[in-house]
């Protein structure tokens, strides 16, 4: 199977910033759409930061200019620059992947989520 793990997480001051990684294992044969998400208790999961397979990306309105999402196909890892961090963007971070991977001899493709990572933002 395949799974990916988020690292880099923690406990920052307001201003500072953290890196995010993602890395992804298994019997990958390509890792195409990549999304970072965040959630804090009691509200929805929400996308934060994407990139697809060619490095287009996309960001949500409340990170624009603050956190840089890119990707090392090479070593199936991506990861979120997060700079000028404010307390509101506190959340448990999770890495979304849409993978193509071999299970036995089957190609299979499924969408994988990490088990995420908390950035606590300080004021």
């Known amino acids: 199977q395949v799974q990916l793990v988020e690292s880099g997480g923690g406990l920052v001051q307001a201003g500072g910033s953290l890196r995010l990684s993602c890395v992804a294992s298994?019997?990958?044969?390509?890792?195409?759409?990549v999304a970072w998400y965040r959630q804090v208790p009691g509200k929805q999961r929400e996308l934060v930061a994407g990139?697809?397979?060619?490095?287009?990306?996309n960001y949500a309105d409340s990170v624009k200019g603050r956190f840089t999402i890119s990707r090392d196909n090479a070593k199936n890892t991506v990861y979120l620059q997060m700079n000028s961090l404010k307390p509101e963007d506190t959340a448990v971070y999770y890495c979304?992947?849409?993978?193509?991977?071999?299970?036995?001899?089957?190609?299979?493709?499924?969408?994988?989520w990490g088990q995420g990572t908390q950035v606590t933002v300080s004021s």
């Open positions: 979304n992947a849409d993978i193509a991977y071999y299970s036995g001899v089957k190609l299979r493709r499924n969408d994988v």
């Open positions: 298994g019997s990958i044969v390509s890792i195409d759409d």
């Open positions: 990139i697809t397979s060619i490095g287009r990306n």
